[in-house]
């Protein structure tokens, strides 16, 4: 199976999305998967786009690039996938600001976790006291079964879409870049 990375169509430096309030809240529910998300009823969500990212490109992004790895995907985005996306993903509105202009977007909590790594064929780093962490290339398991999009089980930070995702987002004209892993 093929499998893809996301990328923002805005391809210059500072282009992030910084998220306002708790980030490791935010990562532990989104990423680390700790099913605790009550805060999220009594907080609003909030994003700043960094320098380089002008009002025009938000308007037309329809995936931004978060410091954290939370997927930011555009209102179009969600009228086109959260009916397929349904069991894969719960969306939670975000206000992104950029020079003084709120757009809503929305922050994709990917509910699929799955063994995405070929540990065995991907580098490694060894760090000064003698641990290793996973490195580039990683190598994404070919034999997976059929999903959208999902994280990996063990480096949970890591995650893919697939080849009918990409197609998906072609075909209905969204604005995002995909590029194959490994």
Do not use: W
């Given at each position: 199976m093929r499998t893809y990375y996301i990328q923002s169509i805005v391809n210059k430096p500072e282009t992030l999305i910084v998220f306002q309030g708790n980030t490791d809240r935010l990562v532990k529910c989104f990423v680390l998967n700790d099913n605790n998300d009550k805060f999220l009823q009594f907080s609003k969500l909030v994003g700043v786009a960094q320098r380089n990212l002008r009002e025009k490109d938000l308007r037309?992004?329809?995936?931004?690039?978060?410091?954290?790895?939370?997927?930011?995907?555009?209102?179009?985005?969600?009228?086109?996938?959260?009916?397929?996306?349904?069991?894969?993903?719960?969306?939670?509105?975000?206000?992104?600001?950029?020079?003084?202009?709120?757009?809503?977007?929305?922050?994709?909590?990917?509910?699929?976790?799955?063994?995405?790594?070929?540990?065995?064929?991907?580098?490694?780093?060894?760090?000064?006291?003698?641990?290793?962490?996973?490195?580039?290339?990683?190598?994404?398991?070919?034999?997976?079964?059929n999903f959208l999009i999902a994280r990996d089980k063990e480096n949970k930070s890591e995650w893919v879409v697939s080849e009918e995702f990409k197609n998906t987002a072609d075909r209905t004209g969204l604005k995002m870049k995909f590029y194959e892993t490994l």
């Open positions: 037309m992004c329809d995936y931004l690039q978060g410091i954290v790895g939370i997927p930011i995907f555009s209102s179009r985005f969600m009228n086109e996938f959260s009916p397929i996306l349904n069991n894969e993903v719960d969306f939670y509105p975000i206000e992104i600001q950029c020079n003084g202009i709120v757009e809503e977007f929305y922050l994709a909590k990917i509910k699929n976790y799955i063994d995405l790594i070929d540990y065995e064929k991907s580098g490694f780093r060894t760090l000064r006291d003698g641990s290793k962490i996973l490195s580039h290339p990683r190598v994404i398991n070919k034999s997976l079964d």
